[in-house]
């Protein structure tokens, strides 16, 4: 079933707090209606704030990149899932994704994350890969479609090489959007809302460009907007 072009907006709540989230929520209402919480706002309230979203019909992208033990894990993934979220996020690695897909339960869904956008092949070096950022992404996509991920974060400029591998069960979630005219900040490989859907992106994650925003809901309607004409042009 083709996912409605609001539904594959999610709004990165990158706040310090809970009352600037609540604040943002309801500065876009009804125009966005699926959200991120990740590392800043989850350590400051942002888990319980989680089960109110998903409580007011919204839903939740919880970005927690979990990578230990199998085990743990595991126990971390049952907790996650009691909250109601949508995605949940963990390290692309074989040992990691197989405990998270074992243990999610219920609706939530896993998505294993594959490159940071930060990253580039001078930091892949530096970190002891010896491999390239696409090599390493597309290894990391096969193994997680063998252990039954759900999805895949990835960034844009990898997307359509991702599909591919993944095949059209395995939702992609591409980080790294920037509308045209707005800073990439500290993210290296970036792509419009429109280029990215067209790369066979299903979900993307906007958070600057909309949460710095003077006018936060016009910016997150023109995105959809964006999205919605790039999904006719594919039907």
């Known amino acids: 079933m083709p996912i409605a072009p609001r ?24 125009a966005v209606s699926f959200y991120k919480i990740g590392y800043q706002i989850a350590y400051a309230g942002g888990l319980s704030y989680a089960q109110k979203l998903t409580g007011a019909g919204k839903q939740v992208f919880l970005d927690l990149k979990l990578h230990d033990i199998g085990n743990t894990v595991a126990q971390g993934v049952k907790s996650v899932a009691a909250l109601g979220v949508t995605f949940l996020t963990v390290h692309a690695y074989p040992q990691t994704m197989q405990a998270a897909v074992e243990a999610r339960g219920g609706a939530l869904r896993i998505l294993g994350v594959t490159v940071l956008t930060s990253y580039d092949e001078n930091d892949l070096k530096a970190a002891g890969y010896e ?101 006719r042009k594919e039907t």
């Open 7 to 30: 539904e594959r907006l999610i709004v990165a709540l990158d706040l310090s707090s809970v009352e600037a989230a609540e604040a943002l929520v309801v500065r876009l209402g009804d």
């Open 131 to 231: 491999t390239s950022v696409e090599a390493l992404v597309a290894r990391r996509a096969e193994q997680a479609r063998a252990l039954g991920v759900d999805g895949l974060v990835c960034s844009p400029e990898e997307a359509a090489n991702v599909r591919a591998i993944a095949g059209a069960g395995m939702a992609l979630v591409t980080p790294g959007i920037r509308p045209t005219g707005a800073e990439a900040g500290d993210q290296k490989r970036i792509m419009t809302p429109a280029a990215a859907i067209a790369a066979g992106a299903d979900y993307l994650v906007v958070g600057r460009p909309i949460v710095a925003a003077s006018d936060p809901r016009a910016a997150a309607e023109a995105i959809v907007a964006e999205i919605a004409q790039q999904a």
